[in-house]
């Protein structure tokens, strides 16, 4: 993952919404680097708080179960998703997500 230091200046750079619209990039390669970026980020703060969205939860979930079309990103989405878990608020809006 990324030094405490990185996270914080991907943070104040506003990176994590530009990673996530990167996720959705017509370019394989320029999907799975964002997804696993973003993954990097946990277990920041602010980064927690995106993924607790449930708009954005919902994603991630969606990316997750396309390991048949991505696998590379769908593995990152999983990885994200299991290393947040451990935050009680992260699972419980992981298990009410629709």
């Not at 708080?49 to 997750?64: G, I, P, S």
């Not at 608020?89 to 629709?98: G, I, N, R």
């Amino acid at each position: 993952g990324f030094s405490d230091e990185t996270k914080n200046r991907v943070v104040a750079q506003k990176g994590i919404p530009t990673l996530s619209y990167a996720m959705f990039s017509e370019h394989e390669m320029v999907r799975q680097a964002a997804t696993e970026a973003l993954l990097n980020m946990i277990p920041h703060p602010t980064m927690m708080e995106y993924l607790k969205k449930e708009d954005n939860l919902k994603v991630w979930v969606a990316f997750a179960l396309d390991y048949e079309a991505n696998f590379a990103c769908a593995r990152a989405a999983v990885g994200c998703l299991a290393m947040a878990v451990p935050d009680p608020e992260f699972a419980d809006a992981l298990v009410a997500c629709p």
